[in-house]
């Protein structure tokens, strides 16, 4: 009976039964992700983004830097696959046009186009990711990537989906705790996947906003 059981285990293992974490080996993952987002994604889109923290930054402008009032002011997102996006403020004075250009890197943490962006192959995405684990769960994929130096106490927890190899989710920590995590909504435009919205929360509540991506216009 005890032979039969354990025979049993393992065609249930074999068949995905039983659900078992499966490691992934990261440039696997990488090849997959890449694969998938260069097919899914579009050549290249535009967006206006709208959220509370994008409405907070323009406010801080002078309203005489202005140029067709505050309603005619739009932030302008802008991705073309294998290059550095760009974030252009509309209707504004020169000098602020370029203001939200920080958050390239917070976007870029977020896995949102981490190996269709810039980062042109395995080795450009580890020198941004530096992802030690991989693996599969139960409807997703799990990659884990750490911080070195000074930032050797941070890491991040990607949740991907094992289908369309997009992430969906990002959990920062430090150490051991979470700080705050990022989850990303996706949706389709012309045949392509495009992110429909950015949802931020930090644990300690300051921070619970989104950006949304809207007017999308895809470039073929």
Not at 90 to 102: A, E, G, L, P
Not at 163 to 176: D, G, H, P
């Amino acid at each position: 009976m005890k032979q039969y059981f354990i025979c049993l285990i393992f065609v249930m293992f074999s068949f995905g039964i039983l659900n078992a974490d499966a490691t992934l080996s990261v440039e696997s993952l990488y090849s997959k992700m890449k694969e998938s987002q260069s097919r899914l994604y579009p050549k290249g889109f535009e967006a206006e983004l709208e959220g509370e923290m994008v409405n907070k930054q323009i406010s801080t402008i002078p309203s005489n830097k202005y140029v067709k009032g505050r309603s005619g002011v739009k932030l302008i997102f802008k991705f073309s696959q294998n290059q550095k996006p760009s974030f252009r403020l509309q209707n504004v004075d020169s000098f602020y046009r370029n203001m939200f250009s920080i958050f390239e890197g917070v976007l870029e943490t977020t896995g949102l186009y981490a190996v269709v962006g810039v980062n042109k192959n395995y080795k450009d995405f580890m020198k941004v990711f530096n992802i030690k684990d991989a693996m599969y769960k139960s409807g997703y994929v799990e990659a884990v990537a750490f911080g070195d130096g000074d930032d050797s106490n941070y890491s991040v927890v990607y949740k991907i989906n094992k289908e369309t190899f997009f992430v969906e989710e990002a959990s920062y920590f430090l150490k051991s705790k979470k700080i705050y995590e990022v989850s990303i909504e996706y949706t389709e435009v012309g045949g392509y996947i495009v992110p429909k919205t950015i949802f931020y929360k930090s644990m300690d509540g300051e921070i619970n906003s989104d950006i949304s991506f809207m007017n999308v216009q895809i470039f073929k």
